[in-house]
């Protein structure tokens, strides 16, 4: 009886381990590892060359533009379409420039040992950042909604709308213990200077000019009426 009592408490024991949360080292933003530019290059998610690199280094306002962790099982690569990227799973985790240096992140919240909901201790993962033009919004649940339904919510954004994403890495989330697992360095970790942040497509003039013409059109009718 014993014995089975016994059995019975350990594969309790390993079963809790293998599904506690994993934790990240989400506090270190290594500068040399990771870094975003704005780029005039229409984005890749929406038919731009993801090849371009230029633009200027974003930075200097501090809440100008926003960054998000993401992960996925691993082995996921960069996406490639908007439906790609919808699969990818929130870590709720942001950042935000750094005011000190252009170009560069500080994290806005979350520190050395920080839990991921959906990560497990010991499995690997898929990671990377998204970053993003404040304009777009200012959580990833909400910017994800307006990526994909582009068409009928551009036409509200002020400005330019930029996004962007890192490079993709891979971490095995550690227990409980700080600082977790780091996730951006060298070799399989995300390592990502220089990231751009493209452009995303605006209103055609044409388009524009016809929507005007379409309400200025549906007036006239109703004083008729």
């Known amino acids: 009886m014993k014995k089975i009592a016994l059995t019975v408490i350990c594969a309790a024991s390993m079963a809790g381990a293998a599904f506690a949360q994993g934790t990240v080292n989400y506090a270190a933003f290594v500068p040399t590892y990771i870094s975003f530019q704005v780029n005039s290059a229409l984005s890749p998610l929406f038919g731009g060359d993801a090849t371009t690199v230029g633009g200027t280094a974003t930075g200097l306002q501090a809440q100008g533009f926003y960054y998000e962790l993401l ?32 170009g560069r992140v500080t994290a806005g919240n979350g520190t050395a040992g920080s839990a991921v909901a959906g990560m497990a201790v010991g499995t690997t993962y898929s990671t990377m950042v998204v970053g993003w033009s404040a304009n777009l919004g200012t959580t990833w649940s909400s910017v994800l909604n307006t990526l994909n339904n582009w068409d009928a919510t551009q036409s509200g954004i002020v400005g330019t709308g930029y996004f962007g994403m890192t490079s993709v890495g891979s971490a095995t989330p550690a227990g409980t213990s700080a600082p977790g697992v780091g996730i951006f360095g060298a070799g399989s970790l995300i390592s990502s200077p220089n990231t751009q942040l493209y452009s995303l497509p605006v209103p055609e003039p044409g388009t524009m000019a016809l929507a005007a013409l379409g309400g200025a059109s549906l007036l006239l009718f109703r004083r008729r009426k």
């Not at 082995?75 to 240096?101: F, K």
């Open 71 to 102: 992960f996925s099982a691993n082995g996921a690569t960069q996406p490639s379409s908007l439906t790609a990227l919808s699969t990818w799973t929130d870590s709720t985790y942001y950042a935000n420039n750094s005011t000190a240096s252009a």
